[in-house]
């Protein structure tokens, strides 16, 4: 699958939007921007209303979609709108979000819930594999993330170690980096950020790299520093809506993905259930002495 999908499943279309927005020309990155922030107006305008909001052209506003991997603006309109009249569906009988505290959860888990299903939109299938295989042969797998990726780094870190593998994700910075440093060509840095541009991430990413190892990246942005100094880019979609804006979907697929990554690891090795109830075996004294 690439990572520009013509028809992305249904409510996947802006987080396919929004990862591949980063590898537009400024002028088509307007008129993505337009298209995630407006998407029940744009869903209803011309190419014509698009471009003057944009403030670009017509013809800008179809290469724009077509760039992204739309046929063309009229399909991108036809997404859209198949994406809303989904969720107006989904969103029968319940509560508004100001009503209550319990009707804003349903809202923030009905978002999550699509973000989730759209999220596998812009990751490419051939990358994934080869992922799969690098992390499976290697030796030993350093997993980076700070800020908000940090949780999910470490929960990765702990499945792996969980399945009898040599992994780890310290959370001080400048270990990160001295670890990083001493790979060998026979491992593999697996780095997560968001944004893909996240300093702290990327030094340790540099130093791997340096060191001969193979680096995988994970990010929600296909044009970014994070995919650019990795071996293997991972791009999946992120939060789309207002709360998805302030990290929530993000985390979550975050998490969703690199569960699904070991695992896909785990059954290439072979051997995992084995390997996990031992190590389960190693760690039940030390949590109930």
């Known amino acids: 699958m690439s990572a520009s999908p013509s028809d992305p499943p249904v409510g996947a279309t802006l987080s396919a939007i929004r990862a591949l927005s980063q590898s537009l020309a400024p002028s088509e990155r307007r008129v993505a ?7 029940g107006d744009v869903a209803w305008w011309s190419a014509a209303d698009v471009a003057e909001h944009a403030g670009t052209s017509t013809a800008t506003v179809i290469r724009a979609c077509q760039n992204l991997g739309f046929k063309g ?12 009249g ?17 009707g804003l959860v349903r809202a923030v888990f009905s978002e999550l819930a699509t973000d989730l299903a759209g999220a596998l939109a812009p990751l490419d299938e051939d990358s994934f594999e080869r992922a799969v295989t690098a992390l499976a042969e290697a030796e030993r797998v350093l997993v980076v993330g700070n800020g908000a990726s940090g949780p999910s780094a470490a929960a990765l870190a702990v499945r792996f170690i969980l399945n009898g593998r040599h992994a780890e994700a310290p959370t001080d910075a400048v270990i990160q980096q001295l670890t990083a440093g001493r790979l060998t060509s026979r491992d593999v840095c697996l780095a997560v950020s968001d944004s893909g541009l996240n300093s702290i ?15 995988i990246g994970v990010t929600s942005y296909a044009r970014s520093t994070l995919v650019e100094k990795s071996d293997i880019g991972l791009v999946i979609g992120g939060g789309t809506g207002p709360w998805g804006g302030l990290g929530a979907s993000a985390t979550v697929v975050q998490i969703a993905f690199l569960i699904g990554l070991q695992i896909a690891v785990s059954r290439a090795r072979g051997g995992a259930a084995e390997a996990a109830a031992e190590t389960f075996k190693q760690i039940v004294p030390l949590i109930h002495p």
């Open 33 to 39: 921007e337009v298209c995630v922030a407006r998407p």
């Open 86 to 102: 989904a969720a107006d569906t989904a969103s029968v009988g319940t509560p508004a979000a100001e009503d209550n505290g319990a």
């Open 73 to 84: 603006f009229q399909h991108l309109r036809m997404l859209l709108l198949r994406d809303l």
């Open 201 to 215: 991430t990327l030094r340790p990413v540099e130093a791997a790299r340096a060191a001969g190892a193979t680096v």
